[in-house]
């Protein structure tokens, strides 16, 4: 079946530092991926996503490209700020409205 | 415009009781989706129901467990006799028509119900 794994947390940055979270999946065929956010006391909110292989999807500095011969989604940004602590998951879709998401990583940045 | 409404946002339930939690979908979204956050662990579809019909409970328990979206009113998750392993927490997510991917569904903050 359909599964994602990501990076465990908690991951705690300095203002300005470099995030990397990574995320692999395993899926037949080719799923599109996202990456959403969750900022405390709200819902999940798509960030970015791509639907094919090589695509690079990006939003708000955070950037992620699609590669099928590593299965990964790998969330970036280069210098992060105090408002970007939040909790991160990676999740897929077979284009259908059943997502898969990975188990989430939580990111505070220190001012 | 008001987003996903959960309510409420935490839940806390002794062994054997009845937890009920509601979700208001977006005005005007008639697709309702129930997942589940077990700890340590990723967002688990349940549930997918339209109004007065439910499509597609492919992941929801055979037992204890059953949800509904009525004609009027929000979608509501009945977990029956809960025991300690219901404790997780329950997302919500709604959309005008039936999604086909993950930026057609909108998510509402979760409730958190822990079984003691």
């Known amino acids: 079946g359909n599964s994602v794994t990501q990076m465990e947390g908690p991951v705690t940055l300095s203002e300005e530092a470099f995030l990397t979270i990574n995320c692999t999946y395993t899926a037949t065929g080719y799923p599109s991926l996202f990456w959403y956010v969750q900022y405390p006391g709200e819902g999940l909110q798509l960030l970015l996503k791509?639907?094919?292989?090589?695509d690079k999807g990006s939003n708000k500095g955070f950037e992620a490209t699609y590669r099928k011969e590593t299965t990964s989604f790998h969330l970036e940004k280069g210098s992060v700020q105090v408002s970007d602590s939040a909790v991160y998951f990676c999740a897929l879709s077979r284009r259908d409205y059943k997502l898969s998401f990975g188990a989430g990583t939580t990111v505070t940045v220190r001012a | 415009n008001a987003g996903v409404m959960q309510n409420p946002r935490h839940l806390v339930r002794r062994r054997g009781q009845e937890a009920r939690l509601r979700c208001s979908p977006m005005k005007g979204h008639s697709h309702v989706y129930w997942y589940r956050q077990l700890p340590e662990e990723g967002l688990k579809f349940m549930v997918y129901?339209?109004?007065?019909?439910?499509?597609?409970e492919s992941g929801m328990p055979k037992e204890r467990f059953s949800a509904e979206f009525p004609k009027e009113g929000p979608s509501i998750l009945r977990i029956q006799q809960v025991v300690r392993g219901d404790s997780a927490a329950y997302f919500c997510a709604s959309s005008p028509l039936r999604a086909g991917g993950a930026d057609e569904q909108f998510f509402g903050p979760g409730t958190r119900l822990t079984v003691l």
């Open positions: 129901l339209q109004k007065e019909n439910i499509i597609d």
């Open positions: 791509a639907t094919k292989a090589d």
